[in-house]
């Protein structure tokens, strides 16, 4: 079946430094590849999407592309912020539109 | 504003106790889903419908029920509590395409639920 693995965390940075959080997945077929983001006490929201491979989804400041040779989304931004503090769900959706998600990887922005 | 709300947003439970967690979208989405979210866990999903009048489990289905009640509702209910599920409970909605498009979802703001 399909799965989606991300690096664990938490991963501590400094404001202004530059954050990159690996995902890979094995999936049949073509998935849609999306990365969501929980900030503290909230529900999850869509940061980006990818449905294609070399496909790059970009929002904020954030990109990430699609590698099918790799089978990896691995989500980047050159400079965070302390607002950038939350925890990050790399997910795919199958054929039906089943969505799958990572076990999420929380990012903390120091001052 | 458009999106999916949950209620209640905060739930204390004795062991079994009954409940049940609203969940409604104005979006005119076709599937609804209820994940939980644990600790370590990520979300996993529990039930979900693809279409009004269908409803299928999900990974962690024991101890839940679900009624999609018209396209707009999707409830949860838990018929005897128990403390394995305290968790974050998250309501989703998509709109669905069998092409695969990537449509992604919205979500609720959770229901915090504690069993004691």
């Known amino acids: 079946g399909n799965s989606v693995t991300q690096m664990e965390g938490p991963v501590t940075l400094s404001e202004e430094a530059f954050l990159t959080i690996n995902c890979t997945y094995t999936?049949?077929?073509?998935?849609?590849l999306f990365w969501y983001v929980q900030y503290p006490g909230e529900g999850l929201q869509l940061l980006l999407k990818a449905t294609k491979a070399d496909d790059k989804g970009s929002n904020k400041g954030f990109e990430a592309t699609y590698r099918k040779e790799t089978t990896s989304f691995h989500l980047e931004k050159g400079s965070v912020q302390v607002s950038d503090s939350a925890v990050y769900f790399c997910?795919?959706?199958?054929?039906?539109?089943?969505?799958?998600f990572g076990a999420g990887t929380q990012v903390v922005v120091t001052p | 504003n458009a999106g999916v709300t949950q209620t209640p947003k905060f739930q204390v439970l004795k062991t079994g106790q009954s409940m049940t967690l609203q969940c409604a979208q104005d979006m005119n989405h076709n599937s609804m889903y209820w994940y939980r979210q644990d600790p370590g866990m990520g979300l996993r999903l529990i039930y979900y419908s693809a279409s009004e009048g269908t409803t299928d489990k999900g990974e962690v289905p024991n101890g839940y029920n679900v009624s999609r009640l018209n396209k707009r509702e999707f409830s949860l209910r838990l018929e005897s509590a128990a403390p394995s599920q305290t968790s974050v409970y998250f309501c989703?909605?998509?709109?669905?395409?069998?092409?695969?498009?990537?449509?992604?979802?919205?979500f609720g703001s959770g229901t915090r639920l504690t069993v004691v």
């Open positions: 999936a049949t077929g073509y998935p849609s």
């Open positions: 989703a909605s998509s709109a669905n395409s069998p092409l695969g498009q990537g449509y992604g979802y919205t």
């Open positions: 997910a795919l959706t199958d054929s039906w539109g089943k969505l799958q």
